[in-house]
């Protein structure tokens, strides 16, 4: 017969192997969470790689006067939004969104110009944006306005209004307020695809709303967060727009951005007395040189219709480099044959000019230049 004694000694025996179960339950719970979780990671990782590499999302930068390191600076003209910082220098520069070695004393990526002008020296003013300004080239002696101001031989300036991500509406607004100073003979207007896009004035409205700290971490610095932001205006991200993001909804805005543009640069054309010509920019694909992409008004680029409209003359880029580019892969010829993406362009987005196609330019813009320069 056994005592209370030893039932309870019996009960203390069993009671360890009932809490070893819990214990094993809860460990198992969690080797599982945590197994989930570093999936979850590294789904999300392998998600953020992809929207980086093909570049799904915008880029963003914060621009600020205390960052050194930023080339740009606020605007306090809100068409213009941002502009390159006036002797910006940079050690170890990238070449792209505007981290150049240097920027001269009036903010263009350009060799020091005076304003009064040089006694018989023809000045032209280049307007663009990252193409003109030579985003992807170390070199500033490899940019458009550099190989054509080299081509003319006998003095003449082509002073560099290239900033990254300007609008056409952006590109005349600095011509404005700082182009026309300079007293120019001419003027030339480099139109690329996304010209249309009006955006300048909403580069730094993104920090006009109170959001988390975290939020705003996650806008600047993963590319899935910003796209997901943008696309369902998460936090309100879509309303208040960053700099060239919105392209999703800015189609209508970005026509009548390219049609203001146009419009004020014929009355500054007029009222100044200076020709104007107008030069368009082509895309550059693994397979060919198109203008695809660019805002069309029925079978023509907009900025070619534009153009017209104004009496502007024009000078299509696309048959110079198609022309080229026969001849240097003609039909039927064996491979390895380059693509026009890596034959013309710096970068590989397939739209910045590499030294070569800056060479082709400035040989096709010159006659075309001299036409504007006749009386």
Request: with cysteine; proline share 7%.
């Amino acid at each position: 017969m056994r005592s209370n004694y030893d039932n309870q000694d019996l009960l203390i025996f069993r009671s360890p192997k009932k809490w070893d179960g819990y214990f094993q339950y809860v460990v198992n719970m969690l080797i599982r969470l945590l197994l989930v979780c570093l999936s979850l990671e590294l789904s999300l990782l392998i998600v953020e790689a992809g929207f980086r590499y093909f570049q799904l999302a915008p880029h963003v930068q914060v621009l600020t006067e205390s960052d050194t390191k930023a080339p740009y600076i606020p605007s306090s003209n809100p068409v213009l939004g941002y502009e390159l910082k006036p002797n910006y220098r940079d050690s170890n520069p990238t070449n792209h969104f505007g981290r150049f070695s240097f920027v001269n004393s009036d903010g263009q990526r350009d060799v020091e110009r005076s304003v009064e002008r040089i006694p018989h020296r023809k000045r032209i003013v280049l307007l663009g944006d990252s193409v003109v300004a030579g985003h992807g080239e170390s070199n500033f002696e490899n940019t458009i306005s550099r190989k054509l101001e080299r081509s003319f031989g006998d003095g003449t300036e082509i002073l560099n209004f290239g900033v990254g991500g300007y609008s056409t509406l952006a590109e005349v607004e600095l011509l404005r307020e700082k182009g026309l100073k300079y007293k120019p003979d001419a003027i030339l207007l480099l139109v690329v695809f996304n010209d249309a896009e009006e955006s300048n004035g909403d580069m730094f409205r993104v920090y006009s709303q109170t959001r988390p700290r975290l939020i705003k971490e996650l806008f600047l610095r993963s590319s899935f967060f910003r796209f997901l932001a943008l696309q369902l205006n998460l936090f309100h991200f879509r309303e208040c727009s960053v700099g060239w993001a919105a392209k999703s909804v800015s189609n209508a805005n970005g026509l009548k951005n390219m049609e203001k543009g146009f419009v004020r640069l014929a009355e500054i054309s007029k009222a100044h007395n200076i020709p104007v010509g107008v030069v368009l920019w082509p895309a550059f694909t693994s397979s060919e040189i198109t203008y695809a992409g660019s805002p069309m008004k029925g079978e023509l680029p907009l900025g070619e219709v534009l153009a017209g409209e104004h009496h502007l003359p024009v000078l299509s880029m696309l048959k110079p480099f198609m022309l080229d580019f026969k001849r240097r892969c003609p039909a039927g010829a064996p491979p390895p044959c380059p693509h026009p993406r890596d034959i013309y362009t710096a970068t590989s987005d397939g739209i910045h000019p590499n030294e070569l196609a800056a060479e082709l330019t400035a040989s096709t813009l010159r006659p075309f230049t001299e036409g504007l320069l006749r009386p």
